[in-house]
């Protein structure tokens, strides 16, 4: 027997994956450093294909959630330290 609830369940939107060149663009990179990342294991990939030679797919999401996830308050103090240097 089935039991029904009256919470229906959630519209679930699926997410795409998306190839380095689109991913690079959202995180201001270039596409071979991406590759280069997802390589190693640093940024949130998924390798399809099998061999030496994989073709990198990536979820905006992922990708989102790893670079907030790195944010680093005291880099920011730094950098906004180094432009005003540069402008004086």
Same mark, same amino acid.
Request: proline share 7%; with cysteine; aromatic share 10%.
């Given at each position: 027997?089935? +039991?029904?609830?009256?919470?229906?369940?959630?519209?679930?939107?699926?997410?795409?994956?998306?190839?380095?060149?689109?991913?690079?663009?959202?995180?201001?990179?270039?596409?071979?450093?991406?590759?280069?990342?997802?390589?190693?294991?640093?940024?949130?990939?998924?390798?399809?294909?099998?061999?030496?030679?994989?073709?990198?797919?990536?979820?905006?999401?992922?990708? *989102? *959630?790893?670079?907030?996830?790195?944010? *680093?308050?005291?880099?920011?103090?730094? +950098?906004?330290?180094?432009?005003?240097?540069?402008?004086?």
């Amino acid at each position: 027997m089935i +039991r029904r609830t009256s919470v229906p369940f959630p519209a679930q939107s699926r997410e795409y994956y998306v190839e380095a060149a689109e991913a690079a663009r959202f995180l201001s990179i270039h596409p071979r450093t991406l590759q280069q990342l997802a390589r190693a294991g640093i940024v949130p990939a998924h390798p399809l294909g099998s061999g030496p030679r994989h073709f990198w797919r990536f979820l905006l999401s992922e990708l *989102d *959630d790893w670079l907030r996830a790195r944010i *680093d308050s005291s880099c920011g103090a730094v +950098r906004v330290i180094a432009k005003e240097r540069k402008f004086q």
